[in-house]
């Protein structure tokens, strides 16, 4: 991914795509990929949208530099990013979700709604330090 930002800010987008499409080579070899694991799933789906936002200058500019970086980072760091509609059960960006992320959408999402129900997702949040220490 890294090296495929650099072609694409140095004007090389085509080249960009190509090293993106090595990567995708080299990841549909693997066995993960040959066994349908859903992570390697979600990473080619990834490789494949930055490609996509590589198609013109104008596009890369507009939407792909960021979706780049924001990949990079999560990726640097092992984490999982709300790219994307995480609310969709069909989304391939839940692949990376983790119980944490799933738990604070679902409060974000109770919080808007307001209803009676939704409500009682919402609990209070403790720190490490507040919280009940067992007996």
């Excluded at 992320?101 to 330090?129: D, K």
Aim: proline share 4%; net charge positive; aromatic share 4%.
């Amino acid at each position: 991914m890294a090296q495929a930002r650099t072609a694409a800010e140095n004007g090389d987008l085509a080249g960009a795509v190509c090293i993106l499409e090595n990567i995708r080579k080299v990841l549909s070899e693997t066995v993960s990929a040959k066994s349908h694991d859903r992570l390697c799933i979600a990473l080619d789906a990834e490789l494949k949208e930055m490609q996509e936002r590589m198609a013109s200058r104008h596009v890369y500019e507009a939407s792909g530099r960021a979706y780049i970086l924001s990949g990079l980072s999560s990726h640097s760091w092992q984490r999982a990013t709300a790219r994307g509609d995480s609310t969709d059960g069909s989304s391939l960006v839940q692949a990376y979700q983790t119980p944490s992320m799933v738990e604070m959408v679902t409060r974000s999402q109770a919080s808007l709604l307001g209803s009676p129900s939704a409500q009682r997702l919402l609990r209070p949040v403790w720190s490490f330090a507040s919280q009940p220490r067992p007996r």
